[in-house]
């Protein structure tokens, strides 16, 4: 099927500056929709930023002009930038993709998550 795995996870000081990375992988036809949510401990997952197949990015208000999503549809692969970072950014980051994939002699399309990575910022 396929596969989401994320790198680039670990801890900063404020003002610090990290990059996540996620690739897909399996049999893929192709990615429509990606994107990173993150969960800080006891608070409910929520979304950080989303990229369309053709480059179209939406942020949550919190890490707008901080936080930048791209993506390389060659390899597959998300990246979140993340600069300026704050204590509140602390959290597990999960990257997500809409993936359509090879079943066989069909195609299938599925919604695929990430394991995390944690990320905590702190002096």
């Known amino acids: 099927q396929v596969q989401l795995v994320e790198s680039g996870g670990g801890s900063v000081q404020p003002g610090g500056s990290l990059r996540l990375s996620c690739a897909a992988s399996?049999?893929?036809?192709?990615?429509?929709?990606m994107g990173w949510y993150r969960q800080a401990p006891g608070k409910q997952r929520e979304l950080v930023a989303t990229?369309?197949?053709?480059?179209?990015?939406d942020y949550a208000d919190s890490v707008k002009g901080r936080l930048t999503i791209s993506r390389d549809n060659a390899r597959n692969t998300v990246y979140l930038q993340m600069n300026s970072l704050k204590p509140e950014d602390t959290a597990v980051y999960y990257c997500?993709?809409?993936?359509?994939?090879?079943?066989?002699?069909?195609?299938?399309?599925?919604?695929?998550w990430g394991q995390g990575t944690q990320v905590t910022v702190s002096s």
């Open positions: 997500n993709a809409e993936v359509r994939w090879f079943a066989g002699s069909s195609r299938s399309l599925g919604d695929y």
């Open positions: 399996g049999s893929i036809v192709s990615i429509n929709g």
């Open positions: 990229i369309t197949r053709g480059g179209s990015t």
